[in-house]
């Protein structure tokens, strides 16, 4: 079975501090995902990477860095935390960018920004 | 751009009845189509999907088909349990370029016994 394992499932940040976010997969996969979800708005996708060192950005980037080193591993860097980046952030994989393939998702990490 | 517009919740039902989940999608070409749940708590994990026109996936006593005339991709289920209670997204992956998924807002399912 396809492992995402997000290191941190519940954090609790000052306004202002780094925070990272870590997330390995287990597959292989060349595609890697950040999402955050929130209530009412469903998940939005803050960067992809389709390759080690590569990056894209999704919907909503602002605030967020991603760094790729090894293919297994993905981190989410929030430079200055603030309130409003309070949320659920959900890693996920992919094998490739083939249509229809299916993305594995991690169980998610709760953060709290106070 | 793509984007997915599902029912919105909850959708309260008892157990054994008849679930349906309405998905519709805007996207250009064919996308292929997916369901996710979310169990309290958990990630999201594949429930289901379609990549192509009149494709029915199914998993877990779950169906959906993928019907392009009608864009849309309905989520059912003959008799629903009380486990099945989580939310349910519908998402997309396009036909060309990065394969991201493009999700509706979940809606979520209560099932009493």
């Known amino acids: 079975d396809v492992k995402v394992t997000q290191s941190s499932r519940y954090l609790v940040k000052r306004t202002g501090e780094k925070v990272f976010l870590e997330c390995v997969q287990d597959m292989d996969h060349e595609n890697m995902f950040w999402y955050r979800q929130d209530p009412g708005l469903g998940l939005r996708l803050i960067y992809f990477s389709y390759d080690v060192k590569m990056k894209e950005k999704g919907d909503i980037p602002e605030g967020y860095s991603v760094s790729r080193e090894k293919k297994e591993r993905f981190s989410l860097i929030l430079e200055s935390a603030s309130t409003n980046q309070t949320s659920m952030y959900l890693c996920?994989?992919?094998?490739?960018?083939?249509?229809?393939?299916?993305?594995?998702f991690g169980e998610g990490s709760w953060l709290t920004v106070v | 751009g793509n984007s997915v517009t599902q029912m919105e919740g909850p959708v309260t039902l008892s157990e054994e009845a008849f679930l349906t989940i309405n998905c519709t999608y805007t996207a250009t070409g064919y996308p292929s189509l997916f369901w996710y749940v979310q169990y309290p708590g958990e990630g999201l994990q594949l429930l289901l999907k379609a990549t192509k026109a009149d494709d029915k996936g199914s998993n877990k006593g779950f169906e959906a088909t993928y019907r392009k005339e009608t864009t849309s991709f309905h989520l059912e289920k003959g008799s629903v349990q009380v486990s099945d209670s989580a939310v349910y997204f519908c998402a997309l992956t396009q036909a060309s370029g990065y394969s991201t998924l493009t999700f509706g807002k979940g809606t979520m399912l209560l099932v009493s016994p």
């Open positions: 996920a994989s992919s094998q490739n960018g083939a249509p229809g393939n299916t993305i594995y």
